[in-house]
């Protein structure tokens, strides 16, 4: 049965709003809702961090010009399903919606609860019922949900550093954020008066890689493989911690 001319069209058009990247690239996504040490952002462009390591050093692995490309979360989905991205890394399956590849797990890293030295102690999640608790907005915070359902009290930032931000002025008494970010902003504040009170959920993180990548999924997934066993995933991991 022939192709209407108007269906022709659409196609075309649609492809046409469609960014693609050059030949050679390899295109990652970089979340615009990360903080060191994942992502640096200099005027809405990846600037540094852990992505941008990783990413480099990936790029470099399979021959081709990394390319990052700036998205909130709620970007991430149609940028990968549509194959104007290669991947997204250090993510996890449950935080993000559509239907990808995954690689080898790959960043060890940890959900942790965090709270001022002055701070009620936590044995378990369940202290966090119905108390006021420190979150990013469009994450997802699976364990906790499971634990306390409808007496889990979110209070949306649109970064982890603003949540602690927001907990050392007592906006909220507890903050979620993950073990690296945590370290790394100890780091870098000595100053800073937060302590881990609860560590909820260890893990590592994968790079979800589009059906629809220019880049075949085992050449990344082969390359990343080569840079763990080697140690430079665990090098770039240790610059920020």
């Given at each position: 049965m022939?192709?209407?001319l108007p269906a022709l069209m659409s196609a075309a058009l649609l492809a046409c709003a469609l960014p693609t990247a050059a030949a050679g690239e390899l295109v990652m996504v970089a979340p615009q809702e990360s903080t060191m040490p994942l992502a640096r952002f200099e005027h809405g462009v990846l600037a540094g961090g852990m992505l941008k390591d990783v990413g480099d050093a990936l790029a470099q692995r399979l021959g081709r010009q990394p390319s990052y490309v700036a998205a909130f979360n709620k970007e991430v989905k149609p940028l990968l399903s549509d194959g104007r991205a290669d991947l997204l890394c250090h993510v996890m399956p449950a935080w993000i919606d559509g239907d990808y590849q995954w690689t080898s797990p790959l960043f060890p890293d940890a959900e942790v609860i965090a709270g001022q030295r002055?701070?009620?102690?936590?044995?378990?999640?369940?202290d966090l019922r119905d108390k006021r608790v420190g979150t990013v907005v469009h994450y997802r915070y699976t364990r906790i949900s499971q634990v306390l359902g409808p007496h889990f009290m979110r209070v949306d930032a649109p970064t982890m550093e603003l949540n602690l931000q927001a907990m050392v002025k007592g906006t909220v008494p507890y903050t979620i954020l993950s073990e690296t970010t945590l370290a790394y902003l100890r780091r870098n504040n000595t100053a800073l008066t937060v302590q881990t009170q609860l560590v909820f959920a260890a893990f590592k993180t994968h790079c979800?890689?589009?059906?629809?990548?220019?880049?075949?999924?085992l050449d990344i997934n082969n390359a990343l493989d080569d840079m763990a066993r080697e140690g430079m995933i665990d090098q770039i991991v240790a610059r920020y911690r």
């Open positions: 022939p192709v209407r002055d701070a009620k102690p936590l044995a378990s999640l369940k979800a890689v589009s059906r629809k990548s220019r880049v075949p999924f």
